[in-house]
Each structure stands twice: as C-alpha cells, then as structure tokens.
T-cell receptor, first 114, second 112 residues
C-alpha cells in the first residue's frame, strides 16, 4: 500500500515568492498534519486538518496557510517567503487524528529559499 | 516544549540489543508514549506506542515503568540500518488538535 506521498520532493524559490506544497494521505486516513523541520532540529507542528476543517495551528505566522480537500489530500501554502522558511516540510496522516492512532509521515518537501 | 528527556546520543554494537531510555515524569494518565525514528533525509518513521502496558511489534519492544514516568525502547538485534535519530514523544491531545511535539531525540550509532 502507498504511504504518505508529498510533492514536489525538492523546490528552490527566492525571497518574496509564494509556494504550494502537496500531500496525499494514506488511503482511508482522514486527518492530515503539517510540520516544518529546519536543519538540526526536530519537526515543528504547523497545522492539523480533519474532514476539511482546521483542528489545530502551531506558532507560525499568517503567511502559512493550508487546506484539505474532499479526497483528504492537502496543500500547504506559504506566502512572502523568507530565508528562514528554508526547511524540510513534512506531511503526516492518521485515521482520524486521535492520540491513540499513529501519525505516518511522508519523506517531505525540501524547500530552499535563495 | 517537549515533555520528554532523552540522552543526546548512544552507541550500540551491531547484533546487540539497543536500549533507548526516555523520561516523561509529567505524563498524564490518558497520554500515550510514542517512539519514532528518523533516518537521514527521510521523514520520521513510526515504531511503536503504548499507554500503560509493555508493547512489542516486529520492529521493537516498548517497556513502560509502572508509574509511567519513564520508558525504554528496545531494538532486539541492532543492524547498521538502525542508525538514526530516535524520538520519544508523549502525545498531547489538547482541545481538538493532536499535534506531536518533537524534542531533540537520541542519535543512535550502530557500530560494526
């Protein structure tokens, strides 16, 4: 069975541009979460969505937004890119986002800002 | 902040059991202990989780102390492919969200 898939795998942008990252959850999973991982640190929570509704938001500026589609796939959008947005962006899916169910991660999109 | 404390690094000889400790002294009664690992350039991989009882799957065993204030992840026969950063996590469910708060983890080196 396919795991969590993310696209693109790598992306290079310049400051001020915007970016859209995509995530397809494991089949049957209805909850998607996004994390940012900068070099040398653990992943940091950005958003969680369940049934197309935002369930949680981490400490990130309004330049970060996301949405979930009826097929449970998700997009993460980042506007007005800054150098500090360079990171690995990870998507994780779970059945319904409850803490007794594992979140399964994709291999991420590596975003580089020049 | 993460609710767990782990040693920053550990070494283990190939073929031996790797025992990774984790302290979570402020864990609440309904919070689960999860272990993930992250191999370089990949996303975190789920290993195992538990609430109160010890758990075992094809990858590892999880031993949780009776007071639930600490746990140990056991990789029974470590291989070079087990070299990774291992994260011990307490799943916090506040309100409706289910964010995972990652700490710094333990960097495990498997030595040939």
């Amino acid at each position: 069975d396919a795991g969590v898939t993310q696209s693109p795998t790598h992306l290079i942008k310049t400051r001020g541009q915007h970016v859209t990252l995509r995530c397809s959850p494991i089949s049957g999973h209805k909850s998607v979460s996004w994390y940012q991982q900068v070099l040398g640190q653990g992943p940091q929570f950005i958003f969680q969505y369940y049934e197309k509704e935002e369930r949680g938001r981490g400490n990130f500026p309004d330049r970060f937004s996301a949405r979930q589609f009826p097929n449970y796939s998700s997009e993460l959008n980042v506007n007005a890119l800054l150098l500090g947005d360079s990171a690995l962006y990870l998507c994780a899916s779970s059945l319904d986002g409850r803490p007794y169910q594992p979140q399964h991660f994709g291999d991420g999109t590596r975003l580089s800002i020049l | 902040d993460a609710k767990t404390t782990q040693p920053p690094s550990m070494d283990c000889a190939e073929g031996r059991a790797a025992n990774l400790p984790c302290n979570h002294s402020t864990i609440s009664g309904n919070e689960y202990v999860y272990w993930y690992r992250q191999i370089h350039s990949q996303g975190p991989q789920y290993i195992i989780h538990g609430l109160k009882n010890n758990e075992t799957n094809e990858m590892a065993s999880l031993i949780i102390t009776e007071d639930r204030k600490s746990s140990t992840l056991i990789l029974p026969h470590a291989t070079l492919r087990d070299t990774a950063v291992y994260y011990c996590i307490v799943r916090v469910a506040q309100n409706r969200d289910d964010k995972i708060i990652f700490g710094k983890g333990t960097r495990l080196h498997i030595l040939p």
